[in-house]
């Protein structure tokens, strides 16, 4: 059974970071694409951040802030997110996609409020 599950989301004050991971099982992970998604309240989900074999896209609303890593040995991508600001509220989504193959998480909510 395929599972992705997130954690590491919470309150946070503007300006503050937060590290999420997601942790993959049931997949040969180190071959999949991996990806963070959020999405804010009333908004559509959007493409955060990508991991593919050979390179990492973020997107712009997130450059220089947040950073993407995998470490395939565990089987886990993680978001590290600095200088977060209240428009970076939302759930933030892991996806793992290889061809047909596409797998979500459940979510993990991030509030950035003081």
């Known amino acids: 059974q395929v599972q992705l599950v997130e954690s590491g989301g919470g309150l946070v004050q503007p300006g503050g970071s937060l590290r999420l991971s997601c942790a993959a099982s049931g997949i040969a992970f180190s071959i999949y694409a991996m990806e963070w998604y959020r999405q804010a309240p009333g908004k559509q989900r959007e493409l955060v951040a990508q991991v593919t074999s050979g390179s990492i896209n973020y997107a712009d609303s997130v450059k220089g802030r947040f950073t993407m890593s995998r470490d395939n040995a565990k089987k886990t991508v993680y978001l590290q997110m600095n200088s977060l600001k209240p428009d970076d509220t939302g759930v933030y989504y892991c996806?793992?996609?290889?061809?047909?193959?596409?797998?979500w998480g459940k979510g993990t909510l991030v509030t950035v409020s003081s």
């Open positions: 996806r793992g996609t290889l061809g047909v193959r596409d797998y």
